[in-house]
C-alpha cells in the first residue's frame, strides 16, 4: 500500500521506517501475521504531516500524496480503500483547524477522494453509512441513515422504526 507513496515522495520514508521499526518488533503486537501492523496509525501521522506541510506553503508534496490516496481509492482491494477514507480522509477532517485549509484540502483530493470526504461529512453530520451506493442498482441506491434512538438502519425512502421490514 505504502510502495506508491514512498516512490512519490521520499522524504515520507523515515515516518515509514520508524513506524515499521517502532510496530515489527513490539512484543504487544497481536496482528495475525508477522507483517500485519497497524497502518491506520500511520495513516493517521500522514495526514497530520501533510496539513503542516500545506501550511507550511509545500504544495507539491500534498499534490502528490493525495494523488496516491485517489490511486489508493480507485485501485485498492476493500481494505486499501477503507483505511484511505477512514485511516487517512477523515484524520484531515478530524485534524484541520480552519475552513480555508479544509477548503483546499478538499480541492486538490481527486473526484474519488471529493465523493468520500463528502460522504464522511454526511456520515457525521446525518448518520450516512459509509457504503459505496453508487455500486448498487439504480432501484436500491438508497441513502442510509442511523436512527440514534433504535440503532437500526433505516431507509430514508419511507422506512421508518415500527414499519421497518428488515
Known amino acids: 500500500m505504502f510502495d506508491p507513496?514512498?516512490?512519490?515522495?521520499?522524504?515520507?520514508?523515515?515516518?515509514r521506517e520508524a513506524f515499521v521499526d517502532k510496530w515489527a518488533g513490539n512484543a504487544h503486537n497481536h496482528f495475525d501475521a508477522p507483517g500485519d501492523l497497524p497502518e491506520y496509525l500511520?495513516?493517521?501521522?500522514?495526514?497530520?504531516w501533510l496539513i503542516d506541510l500545506?501550511?507550511?506553503?509545500n504544495l507539491e508534496e500534498v499534490r502528490l500524496a493525495l494523488a496516491v490516496v485517489e490511486r489508493w481509492l480507485l485501485e485498492g482491494d476493500h481494505y486499501v480503500k477503507e483505511a484511505a477514507?477512514?485511516?487517512f480522509i477523515e484524520t484531515l477532517q478530524n485534524?484541520?483547524?480552519?475552513?480555508?485549509?479544509?477548503?483546499?484540502?478538499?480541492?486538490?483530493?481527486?473526484p474519488e477522494g471529493q465523493h468520500w470526504w463528502k460522504k464522511l461529512d454526511r456520515f457525521w453530520t446525518n448518520g450516512e453509512h459509509l457504503v459505496d451506493e453508487?455500486?448498487?442498482?439504480?432501484?436500491?441506491?438508497?441513502?442510509?441513515?442511523?436512527d440514534q434512538a433504535v440503532n437500526i438502519p433505516l431507509w430514508r425512502a419511507g422506512r421508518t422504526p415500527n414499519g421497518a421490514d428488515d
Open 5 to 15: 507513496l514512498l516512490e512519490a515522495l521520499p522524504a515520507f520514508r523515515p515516518m
Open 42 to 48: 500511520l495513516l493517521g501521522d500522514l495526514g497530520r
Open 54 to 57: 500545506l501550511n507550511a506553503g
Open 85 to 87: 477514507t477512514i485511516g
Open 95 to 110: 485534524n484541520i483547524e480552519d475552513d480555508d485549509t479544509r477548503k483546499h484540502f478538499f480541492d486538490l483530493l481527486g
Open 134 to 146: 453508487r455500486k448498487l442498482p439504480a432501484d436500491k441506491q438508497a441513502t442510509w441513515t442511523i
